[in-house]
């Protein structure tokens, strides 16, 4: 079974960065895409950026050019920076996992909550 353990969420003002970390566990890393999905009260989850076993990356439109997705095999970690953050970022983040095979996410961790004053 995988366990995907979120950190690194707070409360930041526009403009300021963070890095968010998820550590993956239970199967192979490598077997899996990454993403970082979040959701903001009153909205739909979105996938805000995914990342496969070779690290190619896919950023939704609303944070490329800001949030860049990186992940370590050795550490079996994947990590969302953040930069230029603004309000309208301001959600509960999730980090997702889906094995190759398959289109659609099935593990997902517990939240961390990101909130970005203005």
């Known amino acids: 079974q995988v366990e995907l353990v979120e950190s690194g969420g707070g409360l930041v003002q526009a403009g300021d960065s963070l890095r968010l970390s998820c550590v993956f566990s239970?199967?192979?890393?490598?077997?899996?895409?990454m993403g970082w999905f979040r959701q903001a009260p009153g909205k739909e989850r979105e996938l805000v950026a995914q990342i496969t076993s070779g690290s190619s990356t896919y950023e939704a439109d609303s944070v490329k050019g800001r949030f860049t997705l990186s992940r370590d095999h050795a550490k079996n970690t994947v990590y969302l920076q953040m930069n230029s953050l603004k309000p309208e970022d301001t959600a509960i983040y999730y980090c997702?996992?889906?094995?190759?095979?398959?289109?659609?996410?099935?593990?997902w961790g517990q939240g961390t909550q990101v909130t970005v004053s203005s």
């Open positions: 997702a996992a889906k094995d190759i095979r398959t289109s659609t996410y099935d593990y």
């Open positions: 239970g199967r192979t890393f490598s077997l899996y895409v």
